[in-house]
């Protein structure tokens, strides 16, 4: 990656952190800046680099643009909709309006979209309207919506910063969120205590939509953890930036040292460093380079990453914890590591998902996988382990939050997880939860191309182009929020 110049990962100051294996599950939405606050004062703010000093951008090739582009649909919602109660037992900022949860699928808009994206832990979620223009939903407390004020959207709002470029993907982590235009140009806003933004400073907060801090080839893929954030070149390099405190980032460092006996600190990146390490790790501990990687496909947990490669090889790194690494050990990987149990004959990776603690994986010939934990308790899949319930399904899309699930697949929406949980499943108020996968039997039928989730809320688009889909999604029950 070339760059106008290079600069050292900011430096903060922490509390020392205490080892989770089941930490995932706070009782609290923790944000980033609660457990991050310790920032070293005399750190120096690095200077941006001005946008006219970036190379040239072209628009991605047509070719390309069209294997990114996805089904659109009209919008439905269901879950916790007071966002900014989302995951908090109270909150110090005033909410404007308490919602009930919304325990079935509503219409939401009645707008057609192209994509909707939204992230496990984040209570906020982005639009791509049929003109390619970015809409934001939810909390805004950071500039996550990268809108001028800090107060909640409930409605779909188009993001101002972002009106003059065509945006084709983005994703949202706790309180930050990235954007890719059509030209592989990636912008950031919202919370960069840790340089989750990209942007090359240590500015807490990006308040509108930046040009992230990097020059390079193309951007084609865009993922955000928590508080780190993840970029795909058009070559299949990785770059990652933000907090590495499990290794999520891949640069074989957690980042942390001892600034002096008691206090611990950290070194963020604050621009987009490539991951040049893939391994492949034996029971032993022998551990072997696997040269020439290109990856093809990733997703982001709070604090992990699984990774496809052109061979169909999946690759996972960042936080152990509960086995959502899938290497049947709960230690924490510094670095992209192979999981042996795809690399084999039929074994081959078409995608993959990662939620809170847990991770998905579609093999070759359609066989779901899950490894972790999407539960609050129980056992664990140490390793990935076939969802027998989905045998025989076609995938489309899925859906990962904190701990539930939601999959589209044959004209149906497949939903579970564990109490508690907040209408996010659409299961209806008589039964709000289920531990096994459950179909939705109102939208039974429907063409549902994507679905996405956030922390506990569910947004899907529904192809009403579709005579029995749209006669369907014109009988469900409205979201109005009008009043």
């Given at each position: 990656m070339s760059s106008k110049r290079k600069s050292e990962p900011t430096k903060r100051t922490l509390k020392r952190p205490k080892k989770r294996t089941d930490g995932d599950f706070e009782s609290d939405f923790s944000d980033s800046s609660d457990g991050h606050d310790g920032a070293n004062q005399n750190q120096p703010v690095e200077v941006l680099i001005p946008s006219e000093q970036f190379e040239p951008t072209v628009k991605l090739p047509p070719e390309l643009l069209k294997t990114l582009d996805k089904e659109p649909g009209r919008l439905m919602i269901a879950g916790f909709v007071t966002w900014d109660l989302t995951g908090r037992r109270d909150t110090k900022n005033k909410v404007t309006k308490v919602r009930p949860n919304l325990y079935v699928f509503h219409r939401f808009t009645d707008e057609k979209y192209r994509l909707v994206m939204s992230g496990c832990a984040a209570a906020h979620s982005i639009l791509i309207n049929m003109d390619r223009k970015a809409m934001a939903l939810g909390r805004n407390q950071?500039?996550?919506?990268?809108?001028?004020?800090?107060?909640?959207?409930?409605?779909?709002t188009l993001i101002p910063g972002l009106e003059n470029v065509n945006v084709i993907s983005a994703a949202c982590g706790r309180n930050h969120t990235l954007f890719l235009t059509d030209t592989g140009t990636v912008y950031a806003c919202g919370d960069n205590k840790s340089g989750?933004?990209?942007?090359?400073?240590?500015?807490?907060?990006?308040?509108?939509?930046?040009?992230?801090?990097?020059?390079?080839?193309?951007?084609?893929?865009?993922?955000?953890?928590?508080?780190?954030?993840?970029?795909?070149?058009?070559?299949?390099?990785?770059?990652?930036?933000?907090?590495?405190?499990?290794?999520?980032?891949?640069?074989?460092?957690?980042?942390?040292?001892?600034?002096?006996?008691?206090?611990?600190?950290?070194?963020?990146?604050?621009?987009?460093?490539?991951?040049?390490?893939?391994?492949?790790?034996?029971?032993?501990?022998?551990?072997?380079?696997?040269?020439?990687?290109?990856?093809?496909?990733?997703?982001?947990?709070?604090?992990?990453?699984?990774?496809?490669?052109?061979?169909?090889?999946?690759?996972?790194?960042?936080?152990?914890?509960?086995?959502?690494?899938?290497?049947?050990?709960?230690?924490?990987?510094?670095?992209?590591?192979?999981?042996?149990?795809?690399?084999?004959?039929?074994?081959?990776?078409?995608?993959?998902?990662?939620?809170?603690?847990?991770?998905?994986?579609?093999n070759d010939i359609g066989v779901l996988f899950l490894f972790g934990q999407n539960k609050r308790t129980g056992e664990a899949n140490m390793y990935p382990k076939p969802v027998q319930d989905l045998a025989g399904w076609n995938i489309t899309s899925i859906g990962c939050s904190y701990t539930s699930i939601v999959i589209s697949a044959d004209d149906s929406l497949i939903a579970w997880g564990?109490?508690?949980?907040?209408?996010?499943?659409?299961?209806?108020?008589?039964?709000?939860?289920?531990?096994?996968?459950?179909?939705?039997?109102?939208?039974?039928?429907?063409?549902?191309?994507?679905?996405?989730?956030?922390?506990?809320?569910?947004?899907?688009?529904?192809?009403?182009?579709?005579?029995?889909?749209?006669?369907?999604?014109?009988?469900?029950?409205?979201?109005?929020?009008?009043?």
């Open positions: 950071f500039n996550q919506l990268g809108l001028p004020d800090t107060k909640s959207y409930e409605k779909p989750q933004c990209g942007v090359g400073s240590n500015v807490p907060i990006v308040a509108k939509p930046t040009r992230i801090n990097y020059q390079g080839p193309p951007i084609v893929k865009v993922g955000c953890g928590a508080d780190f954030s993840m970029i795909l070149d058009i070559k299949g390099n990785l770059h990652t930036f933000g907090l590495p405190e499990y290794g999520q980032l891949g640069h074989n460092t957690d980042g942390k040292y001892f600034q002096t006996n008691t206090k611990m600190s950290y070194h963020f990146e604050m621009s987009p460093k490539r991951i040049v390490l893939y391994i492949e790790k034996s029971k032993d501990g022998h551990v072997t380079p696997i040269d020439n990687v290109q990856i093809v496909d990733f997703s982001c947990g709070n604090n992990h990453t699984v990774a496809i490669d052109t061979q169909k090889r999946a690759y996972s790194w960042g936080f152990g914890g509960l086995g959502r690494l899938g290497h049947a050990e709960q230690k924490d990987e510094m670095v992209p590591r192979l999981i042996k149990l795809f690399d084999s004959q039929n074994r081959g990776v078409r995608s993959v998902y990662c939620g809170s603690s847990y991770s998905l994986a579609v564990a109490s508690p949980t907040f209408g996010e499943l659409g299961l209806g108020d008589l039964q709000k939860s289920s531990t096994t996968p459950k179909e939705v039997t109102r939208l039974e039928g429907m063409k549902i191309p994507q679905v996405t989730m956030g922390y506990s809320h569910t947004l899907l688009l529904a192809n009403t182009d579709h005579e029995p889909t749209r006669e369907k999604y014109e009988k469900q029950p409205e979201f109005d929020v009008s009043d």
